[in-house]
């Protein structure tokens, strides 16, 4: 299991699984704040990236409930502990139907709005979930989001062809490790965790790309505040699609923290850029609730 970065630990989280109407099954990590800190001040969904999993997130959670937050991350289908083909899908809209049903019953249980916050590809499928007006939300938080990817030559051919003949055939996990932060630490830990998925699939490909072309032309759609978080030495996803989709949303709900050094995981980099992305996190975050 990856360690969170220095060692730093929420409150243990709370693990339980929840069904999906399709009968798919995600597992689910709760974090509460301390309770001696009052009544809890609002809700955080997570949503993790591309082959990764929810348990590389107790710093963050750590960083949310100190500020008087319940954290609710959960595994994507087909990631980490959840169940579903790996690193595959039955149908193109699964990890926004997933998000549906997990924000659903986190509003059932808390009487609540909660804040979404997604990180690479699962800042795609917030900033798809949010701009498409899924279910509204009391703001939206993007770290890394891949708004943009950058393709080798070849691969759209490849594409085509994977995704009318095989479209769930795995194929090697283009992420490269030593990108991912300035700190070797987290190369490491992630070459060695268990629940990273070392493939991905056509039918994955598919959906990000599309969620892509539609997150970017409904960016003026969208409703809620929106801290946009992104390292400007990323070259896990291309960094200008977070230019572009910030351009494009509403000027009076966004607010951009631009790293300029920054690599791909902005909540893993090395210090003092980490505390550095934290602190833009919890002061934005801090003003509105």
Not at 146 to 157: E, H, Q, S
């Amino acid at each position: 299991m990856t360690q969170a970065p220095a060692q730093v630990t929420a409150h243990p989280a709370l693990e339980s699984r929840q069904r999906m109407k399709d009968g798919t099954e995600l597992l689910v990590r709760t974090w509460l704040p301390a309770p001696d800190t009052g009544e809890p001040r609002g809700t955080v969904i997570l949503v993790h990236g591309m082959a990764e999993h929810s348990g590389r997130y107790p710093h963050v959670a750590k960083v949310l409930t100190d500020l008087g937050l319940r954290v609710r991350a959960f595994d994507l289908r087909g990631h980490g502990k959840s169940g579903g083909p790996r690193m595959a899908l039955d149908a193109q809209d699964n990890y926004l139907t997933d998000l549906a049903e997990i924000v659903d019953a986190a509003v059932a249980e808390w009487h609540e709005m909660p804040f979404v916050l997604g990180h690479s590809m699962g800042g795609l499928i917030v900033a798809r979930f949010t701009t498409a007006r899924i279910r509204p939300v009391r703001g939206v938080l993007l770290s890394s989001p891949a708004l943009r990817v950058k393709l080798p030559p070849g691969t759209g051919i490849v594409r085509g062809i994977l995704s009318a003949i095989a479209p769930r055939l795995p194929v090697p996990n283009p992420v490269d490790p030593a990108k991912l932060s300035h700190d070797p630490s987290i190369a490491a830990a992630y070459r060695a965790d268990p629940l990273v998925q070392g493939t991905i699939s056509a039918s994955l490909l598919e959906f990000m790309l599309n969620a892509i072309t539609q997150a970017q032309q409904d960016a003026p759609r969208l409703e809620a505040p929106m801290l946009l978080m992104a390292g400007g030495a990323d070259a896990i996803v291309d960094p200008s699609g977070s230019r572009d989709f910030y351009a494009n949303a509403p000027e009076d709900l966004r607010t951009l923290a631009w790293f300029d050094n920054g690599y791909h995981e902005i909540f893993n980099e090395a210090e003092p850029l980490r505390s550095e992305v934290f602190g833009k996190m919890t002061e934005w975050l801090a003003s509105r609730i």
